[in-house]
């Protein structure tokens, strides 16, 4: 989770531009919780990333000025009161939980080559998927990468995000992360951590 500093608002025509103080990765489509702002607190999803000044809607398309640019902007759907653009007295928050969707658990099951018995299973597998799509994208942010949320940035990195999911299933009910396949016959090897970290290039394990 990202907190961001709302420093401007502005609402025209049911839409509302927030300009924040830093420059943030936010894209269209992206979930944000907007608070601190008055009548523009909510949660919204972000329209468009526009940079240049907003000036209202003809021919239902958003208008904005070539001539005024202005940094940091988000625009959003907000129903209220058209407002001027103004700088806050008292500076807003932007929070944003960005939710990463590389890939799904119908890919960790195929790649694991199972087909989850219960209910229960499932619903593992599908915590797996979801922690590996947020391991995934949070280390290669780290390393410098900026990728979108909802595309993996190359099959690579596609495939490293599934085996760390894998992995991840593997080790359910496991001590110390050493699963055991005692009644399920040889186990299917699911990559080491270095594999892993080639596949979605970003640096290897430090060795102290």
Request: include cysteine.
């Amino acid at each position: 989770m990202a907190t961001f500093t709302i420093t401007h608002v502005q609402r025209l025509d049911g839409y509302a531009v927030i300009q924040t103080l830093e420059a943030t990765e936010i894209g269209t489509g992206q979930g944000i919780v907007i608070t601190n702002t008055g009548t523009f607190n909510g949660s919204f999803v972000v329209l468009d990333v526009p940079p240049y000044e907003f000036t209202g809607v003809t021919d239902e398309d958003w208008e904005f000025d070539a001539n005024n640019p202005i940094p940091n902007q988000l625009l959003i759907e907000d129903a209220g009161a058209d407002q001027a653009r103004e700088l806050l007295d008292t500076f807003g928050t932007l929070t944003w939980a960005p939710v990463c969707s590389w890939i799904t658990d119908a890919d960790v099951a195929e790649w694991l080559g199972i087909e989850a018995a219960t209910a229960n299973d499932e619903a593992f597998i599908e915590v797996a998927a979801g922690a590996a799509n947020a391991w995934a994208y949070r280390r290669r942010r780290e390393a410098g990468y900026f990728d979108a949320l909802n595309v993996a940035p190359g099959d690579d990195a596609k495939l490293g995000t599934i085996m760390y999911a894998g992995a991840l299933y593997r080790e359910r009910g496991s001590v110390d992360s050493f699963a055991s396949f005692e009644s399920m016959g040889p186990a299917m090897p699911f990559g080491s951590s270095s594999q892993i970290n080639r596949l979605l290039g970003i640096n290897r394990s430090q060795i102290a």
